[in-house]
């Protein structure tokens, strides 16, 4: 709901306040003298720490540096050129970039008890570098194996016939999970996509059966629509001859026109009306 994505955003943010407040507690007066230390010597090899001190990240790059340990400030350093203290300084390359990746197929078992194998792909990049660095030791990986529980967690809440027609629902449901859980990580997840659904072969058989008995009944019940249809019409034909005579005999002639149009070997030879009433009343 609304309320719980709100409540996961707040406990997202206060677990990043929580870091910073960490890191403002300060280097304490060795961290210092270290510090002083280290820059002093830089200034002193100048011509040569300038290869050490000077970094450069890419575009899509980031850089969060570390301090004798102690993340230096809430924001990466990057893109560009950036300096590090040598001896007291680290720092770690984090990729912006959107990254994507396959779901293995999940054998999953379905609301309704059936058995399926369901894969799919995500689509996931990092927004926030600090936290992908410091609260989570392998943000990727991570990602990769919460991806999985997550399909077979949603997928396990769904009747087969949801799973095969509500992929896009589905789909949503599972990047609004992924999202929320991975928020404290720094990690936006952006897609999230069913590739394919394996059903069984049993029953595919049996779904196939079942499919070709429905397309069964509904071409007899329209053949006997048509039927029906064909008798009214017939019924009706038959009152309207009934009552006048000689639209029998125009039908009969019209008949008669009609076989001598095409070339074929019948004979026909017409009797009078009269006659054949005559033996019809005998």
Not at 244 to 273: C, D, G, H, V, W
Request: net charge neutral.
């Amino acid at each position: 709901t609304h309320m719980e994505m709100e409540s996961e955003m707040e406990r997202g943010a206060q677990s990043k306040q929580n870091l910073i407040s960490e890191n403002n507690s300060g280097l304490g007066c060795c961290g210092w003298i270290l510090v002083i230390i280290s820059a002093f010597f830089s200034i002193l090899i100048f011509p040569i720490s300038i290869f050490i001190t000077i970094k450069i990240v890419k575009e899509y790059e980031r850089a969060v540096i570390f301090r004798l340990g102690r993340i230096t400030a809430r924001k990466a350093k990057g893109p560009g050129i950036f300096f590090i203290i040598p001896c007291t300084d680290s720092f770690v390359k984090v990729d912006l970039r959107t990254i994507s990746f396959d779901i293995p197929p999940q054998e999953i078992l379905t609301k309704d008890s059936v058995t399926v194998s369901v894969d799919g792909v995500v689509y996931f990049r990092v927004n926030d570098p600090v936290a992908s660095v410091a609260n989570v030791s392998n943000a990727d990986y991570s990602t990769r194996l919460l991806a999985q529980t997550t399909l077979r967690n949603v997928l396990g809440t769904k009747n087969l016939s949801e799973v095969l027609s509500d992929r896009e629902v589905i789909s949503q449901s599972m990047q609004m999970t992924l999202d929320e859980a991975t928020d404290s990580w720094g990690i936006k997840v952006e897609r999230v996509e069913i590739k394919d659904v394996k059903l069984p072969q049993q029953l595919q058989r049996a779904m196939a059966a079942e499919a070709e008995a429905a397309r069964e009944a509904r071409a007899k019940v329209i053949a006997a629509e048509g039927e029906m249809n064909a008798s009214r019409a017939l019924k009706e034909a038959s009152l309207v001859i009934a009552e006048s005579p000689s639209a029998l005999q125009l039908r009969y002639l019209q008949t008669l026109n009609t076989i001598a149009a095409e070339k074929n070997s019948t004979i026909i030879f017409p009797l009078p009306m009269d006659v054949i009433s005559h033996f019809m009343k005998k």
